[in-house]
């Protein structure tokens, strides 16, 4: 019996893309897709509404009063999916950088025993598309700075492609999990290897917006930057479960 496996979606201004990814996602195999708008000015909303009767039973929407932030949208998509006993719940972009076609890989790595699946731009096998110079140097920077202050093996520790088996969720703290963007991708990871549970990569090719804006800027990084060390010496993280390995 297939796990059952739901894709959360944040959407803020992506009426350009967020048609074609949910169509192809619904055809890549039984994944469920939980969209959640934060009351998107252009529209988004409204086609979110629309996909969600096109694809009855398969695509839902929830609606959010107003923008909040990437971690604010994954926890409330994290506590949807619990609610409704969900086995496996997929952070994604909506941007299409995120390629529908690598979810597969995912639900492979959870089914060897992996609690927690990060996609990785820099393992063998993963890398970017379309990027510029500096955008490489930040993402990769940022990685690497993060791994040597957090003495994590992860290599991809800013990737916002993962896959959560429902145990980790239900172990993490999410009320006291305050940071955002980059910051918010390390916490989780971070919170979830120090309470024992097993973090696998797997390769994935990130390909840069085609259309729409980046919500990356200056602050979501400096955010991250400070976060990290925070992160390094809180207490919360450090309950350690037994997982079998």
């Known amino acids: 019996m297939p796990l059952k496996s739901l894709i959360i979606l944040p959407t803020y201004n992506e009426k350009e893309n967020l048609e074609a990814l949910v169509d192809e996602i619904v055809t890549r195999g039984p994944y469920d897709a939980l969209i959640v708008d934060d009351n998107s000015p252009d529209g988004t909303g409204a086609i979110a509404d629309r996909l969600s009767k096109k694809h009855q039973g398969r695509?839902?929407?929830?609606?959010?009063?107003?923008?909040?932030g990437l971690g604010r949208a994954y926890v409330?998509?994290?506590?949807?999916?619990?609610?409704?006993?969900?086995?496996?719940?997929?952070?994604?972009?909506?941007?299409?950088?995120h390629n529908p076609s690598h979810?597969?890989?995912?639900?492979?790595?959870?089914?060897?025993?992996a609690d927690l699946v990060l996609g990785s731009r820099n393992i063998k096998g993963g890398g970017t598309r379309n990027w510029s110079l500096l955008r490489n140097i930040i993402s990769k920077g940022g990685s690497l700075y993060a791994q040597a202050i957090l003495l994590s093996p992860n290599r991809?520790?800013?990737s916002g492609f993962k896959a959560f088996r429902r145990e980790v969720l239900?172990?993490?703290d999410l009320d006291n999990i305050r940071s955002n963007g980059y910051s918010f991708q390390i916490e989780v990871t971070h919170r979830a290897r120090q309470m024992g549970f097993k973090v696998k990569e797997t390769p994935i090719i990130f390909h840069d917006r085609k259309v729409g804006t980046s919500?990356?800027?200056?602050?979501?990084?400096?955010?991250?930057?400070?976060v990290v060390w925070k992160i390094r010496f809180s207490k919360r993280a450090r309950r350690n479960v037994k997982r079998e390995t």
């Open 215 to 226: 919500k990356m800027n200056g602050k979501i990084v400096l955010e991250a930057m400070l």
């Open 170 to 172: 239900e172990a993490l």
């Open 103 to 113: 979810l597969s890989q995912f639900v492979r790595e959870i089914e060897q025993g």
């Open 59 to 68: 695509v839902f929407v929830l609606h959010r009063k107003a923008k909040e």
């Open 156 to 158: 991809d520790l800013t």
């Open 76 to 97: 409330a998509g994290f506590r949807w999916g619990l609610a409704r006993d969900y086995d496996v719940l997929f952070e994604m972009d909506a941007d299409f950088s």
